[in-house]
């Protein structure tokens, strides 16, 4: 009988605040990652990685490399959806960088010339990239009070990617990531579970590259969200919530900030916190 009550009592409270408050969705901005200064580009690709030499990749994984280079240059590809921009394809497979030189700046004179050479204004390179498998071991709860232990087996492709204007200024060094849960096995302890081979991936190392260049793009564009906020309701904040849904922030706000020198310090507080979220709207309205 004491449960069923507190459980009444519990759906009672739920029906009533639900009833005392509405959603309001408010849409934000936020600015891209890489910020350019023209409205058209020309972007000119390069590869620094040479996934060709014994000292930075195995041979019996070359392959796998290789793949992994030419879907993320499909991913990149996708530039070429947008008439803002033109993308080139320069040189896939650029030679004779040392293994140690693949995390340092390219010389200035050498962004300005290639960038010269092909008549663009910004230059894209791939600098290194790394595939390979982790292990995580996690810890499943059963019923019961027992538990088990799960190795999950994840393949991860990072690339490390610099983007220079003509003049060999950095504008920026990103690193895109990708992974996927290749396997799950118990984690039975003294049992040794084996990792395959990179060469044996090769098609989900492509599908992981081409979404790696796919989300490198979206660097270059806003995105946008819609937040949920709670509203107070009632026949005091009916007109102020019509305006709010109607998106007249400004209308809104003359009435909140009425009903904010309420004598009531209820109705005072409620509508300084409704006043709070179009002011919140109005903000993202207007970074828009």
């Known amino acids: 009988m004491k449960v069923f009550i507190r459980i009444l009592l519990t759906c009672s ?10 959603i309001v969705y408010i849409g934000k901005r936020t600015d891209p990652e890489i910020m350019l200064n023209n409205k ?50 320069g040189d896939t497979l650029k030679k004779g960088i040392d293994k140690e030189l693949l995390t340092t700046l390219l010389p200035v004179d050498s962004v300005v010339t ?12 791939l600098d290194s990239m790394n595939l390979f498998f982790d292990w995580e071991t996690v810890s499943n709860d059963e019923y019961y009070g027992y538990s088990n232990k799960i190795k999950n087996l994840y393949l991860k492709c990072n690339f490390y990617v610099s983007l220079y204007n003509s003049s060999g200024d950095l504008i920026n060094r990103s690193e895109v990531d990708q992974s996927l849960l290749y396997r799950s096995v118990p984690a ?17 190392i492509s599908s992981l590259s081409f ?12 995105t946008f969200t819609q937040e949920s906020r709670q509203l ?22 003359e009435l909140l900030e009425q ?7 209820e109705i005072s507080a409620k509508a300084h916190y409704n006043l709070d979220v179009v002011k919140e709207a109005l903000d993202a309205n207007t970074h828009k």
């Open 13 to 22: 409270m739920i029906i009533f605040f639900s009833s005392c408050t509405a």
């Open 40 to 89: 058209h580009h020309g972007i000119l690709f390069v590869n620094l990685f040479d996934y060709t030499s014994v000292r930075v990749v195995k041979a019996k994984e070359e392959n796998s490399y290789y793949n992994g280079v030419m879907s993320l240059l499909d991913g990149l590809s996708s530039f070429a959806n947008d008439s803002s921009f033109k993308f080139i394809v």
């Open 114 to 125: 290639i960038c010269s050479r092909y008549k663009t204004d910004l230059l894209l390179t």
């Open 188 to 204: 039975y302890t003294g049992v040794l579970v084996l990792q395959p081979s990179l060469s044996r991936v090769v098609e989900e």
């Open 211 to 222: 979404q790696a260049g796919q989300d490198y793009v979206t660097k270059f564009y806003p």
């Open 232 to 253: 107070y309701t009632g026949k005091t904040f009916k007109e102020s919530n019509e305006y709010i849904f109607a998106k007249n922030w400004n209308k809104a706000s």
């Open 259 to 265: 009903l904010v020198k309420s004598s009531n310090p």
